[in-house]
């Protein structure tokens, strides 16, 4: 059903999240088509701070494991490199120390022998203390300087590594490459580049391929994806046989997390799909041509840190009383201002915060919920709390549940409480609360010298 490898491509078979699971026929496919590489996110900012802060692994241990003992079956079978990058969820060198050990236990467990090489890409601090001294760090998107008090509150703090130093790594001839936090379309484009095709069409390709098959339809939970790269153009195609990609689809991925349609800006340089071409290869196949790749003057890095930012308790709660929905705005006002004079003289206002989430009204929203007039017959309230101290978040949570619980408003003629609780406790500790508090531009004169690489052999 699937066409055999043909001479002058590179084969890049990638799956969008290690841990997440896709289905062992989609690889199947893959292995009878040939492929030269296979390429895995392990990490992102999107699920927020907290495994950057934390360290905490992103993802279950045992689909982690189910995962790579699949992937590492398919390296055997193939010979394609394995690349995995961000690992762990926020890539610190924690991170890349527990995938390795998971990675040892696996090819333990084969009973082969691989070698391995690692790129680890988090900075002490002293480094970005000298690097801004020598302001070679600049704002990125927030338009916030980074401050020396913000280096030292960071948890940890890791580089956004682009092709460079995976290339470097790649031309050792290693088996698997394991990376810190890497630029997504670089896990995909490392390998065609160091084997000498097209840049441009290389990181355009490694962007649609970087989630799998969420830029194939029908969009469904975690799939493989392949590629075909060749000297002037780049194929894509499903492995699943009710599945096609078509240009629509292509095309929307390329679109997808971008702030412009035509420059993709990442580590070294950007992107420029203004001349790409997306054409309909057959029904399941597209083929797109066109794309080039701009190196900047002077190679950059994302830095991205996160600190620690209190405790947090949460409260869940639904109302249903169309009176008490009507007036919420005007209850969470004096709710907040009666914790504050509970709590006057022994915690500070700045000690706390309570924010609340209001789903069926504006709680996906907020603000920008263009239909706010429309009032539903239920709300899921939710109390988000963060305290410096777990015994403030959870004094505050308890504060606001017992307060909203007996809570007076016009036209209310109940005794009863206003709330309906789905938990008992009522309130419960979600843990350590981490926020982002650098995400800036660094310069860096050699990017593949500054993430230098270990290898070992691994049996």
Not at 385 to 406: C, D, N, P, Y
């Amino acid at each position: 059903m699937f066409e055999r490898k043909a001479q002058g491509e590179l084969v890049v078979v990638s799956h969008g999240m290690l841990g997440y699971g896709f289905p062992e026929k989609s690889l199947e496919a893959a292995l009878g088509i040939g492929i030269d590489l296979i390429a895995v996110d392990a990490g992102s900012t999107d699920p927020g701070p907290h495994y950057l802060g934390s360290g905490e692994l992103f993802g279950s241990l045992d689909m982690i494991r189910r995962d790579l003992e699949l992937l590492v079956d398919a390296q055997t079978v193939s010979g394609a490199k394995l690349v995995i990058g961000s690992c762990g969820g926020g890539g610190t060198d924690g991170h890349v120390d527990k995938t390795l050990e998971i990675l040892r236990e696996v090819i333990a467990k084969k009973g082969v022998q691989r070698r391995v090489a690692t790129i680890k890409s988090e900075f002490g601090r002293s480094e970005v203390h000298q690097a801004l001294r020598d302001r070679r760090i600049r704002t990125y998107e927030t338009g916030v300087e980074l401050r020396p008090e913000d280096i030292d509150a960071a948890a940890h703090i890791v580089g956004q590594i682009g092709v460079e130093p995976m290339v470097a790594a790649l031309r050792e001839e290693p088996d698997i490459l394991i990376c810190g936090r890497a630029w997504d379309p670089g896990n995909i484009a490392a390998l065609p580049i160091a084997r000498g095709y097209d840049a441009g069409l290389s990181v355009h390709a490694g962007k649609i391929l970087e989630c799998g098959a969420q830029a194939a339809l029908p969009v469904e939970g975690s799939d493989l994806l392949l590629g075909r790269i060749r000297e002037n153009d780049f194929i894509v195609e499903a492995l699943q046989p009710h599945k096609k990609c078509t240009v629509d689809s292509v095309a929307a991925h390329t679109l997808y997390e971008k702030t412009n349609p035509v420059l993709l800006p990442g580590p070294g340089g950007q992107s420029d799909l203004t001349g790409s071409v997306f054409e309909q290869l057959d029904e399941r196949r597209v083929i797109v041509r066109g794309s080039r790749w701009i190196p900047d003057a002077k190679p950059t890095v994302k830095l991205e840190g996160a600190r620690f930012a209190g405790w947090r308790y949460v409260m869940v709660a639904g109302l249903r009383d169309p009176l008490m929905i009507r007036h919420l705005d005007q209850i969470q006002e004096g709710l907040m201002e009666r914790i504050a004079s509970f709590f006057q003289g022994r915690i500070r206002p700045r000690q706390y915060q309570v924010k609340f989430h209001r789903y069926g009204l504006d709680g996906v929203m907020g603000p920008l919920e263009p239909r706010r007039s429309e009032l539903p017959h239920e709300v899921g309230l939710v109390a988000d709390v963060v305290g410096e101290t777990q015994e403030i978040a959870k004094a505050a949570a308890a504060a606001a549940r017992s307060l909203l619980m007996h809570w007076t408003y016009p036209g209310r003629i109940a005794t009863a409480g206003n709330l309906a609780l789905p938990f008992s406790p009522a309130e419960f500790s979600a843990g350590p609360v981490y926020e982002f508090n650098i995400y800036h531009l660094l310069e860096l004169d050699d990017p593949a010298a500054r993430f230098g690489f270990t290898m070992e052999t691994m049996s």
